[in-house]
């Protein structure tokens, strides 16, 4: 809990430094604003609880909240400020005295609205909607046991211009899944209705085309 607090803290202070730069730091109207964009991060992330199957012994073993992984994200930029684009991004966390691990999954199409689209320094608010997944590879070579459902995200962050092409990016944001079902590779799948919180953070580079 105390590690989530203190990165949390963080994107928020980094969130208002970076709108206090902004602010004197007015936009220049030369800057060229490329149009599609590429990106890829480092994400780390967790959940309010991982009992998504709906059954006992689901997950086998306590799950380590400190989840770590990668993500990619590609769109486009709609006048100057809102940005529109697909996002994927995977957690994955160890299984106590298991070499088995268990992935936290999320595919969204995001919104992002960008202030002083033309600055160095460009605080955002980000929201979007899509799917969640947590899989989890069974013991002893059991196969796959996924839970999916409905995911919507909110948060913000800052984005770097280091030039007309590439800019660095922090985000943090908040979401929320709500379970419907689950897939077993041993063909026994079943309905859930269940729902939770999380988090996650990321920062990666982007690339402008």
């Known amino acids: 809990m105390r590690r989530r607090v203190g990165i949390l803290v963080c994107a928020l202070l980094a969130l208002a430094l970076a709108a206090e730069a902004?602010?004197?730091?007015?936009?220049?109207?030369g800057v060229r604003l490329r149009g599609w964009y590429a990106g890829w991060q480092w994400t780390g992330g967790a959940r309010d609880r991982w009992d998504v199957f709906g059954r006992p012994g689901l997950p086998p073993a306590e799950v380590d909240e400190r989840g770590r992984g990668v993500g990619f994200m590609v769109g486009h930029r709609f006048g100057?400020?809102?940005?529109?684009?697909?996002?994927?991004?995977v957690t994955e966390h160890d299984l106590a005295g298991l070499s088995e691990k268990l992935r936290d999954t999320e595919g969204l199409l995001v919104g992002t609205v960008l202030?002083?689209?033309?600055a160095t320094l460009q605080p955002f608010l980000r929201g979007g909607f899509g799917v969640g997944a947590v899989v989890l590879n069974q013991p002893d070579g059991g196969g796959q046991t996924t839970a999916i459902g409905t995911?919507?995200?909110?948060?913000?962050?800052?984005?770097?211009?280091?030039?007309?092409?590439?800019?660095?990016?922090?985000?943090?944001?908040?979401?929320?899944?709500?379970?419907?079902?689950?897939?077993?590779?041993?063909?026994?799948?079943?309905?859930?209705?269940?729902?939770?919180?999380g988090w996650r953070v990321g920062v990666g580079v982007l690339v402008w085309f």
């Open 80 to 89: 100057g400020r809102f940005l529109l684009g697909l996002q994927v991004a």
């Open 151 to 197: 995911a919507t995200v909110a948060g913000a962050g800052v984005q770097v211009r280091l030039s007309s092409r590439f800019s660095l990016e922090l985000e943090g944001v908040a979401n929320f899944t709500n379970f419907i079902e689950v897939k077993d590779d041993g063909g026994q799948d079943w309905s859930v209705k269940t729902s939770h919180f």
């Open 115 to 118: 202030f002083r689209e033309r």
């Open 22 to 29: 902004g602010a004197q730091n007015p936009p220049a109207e």
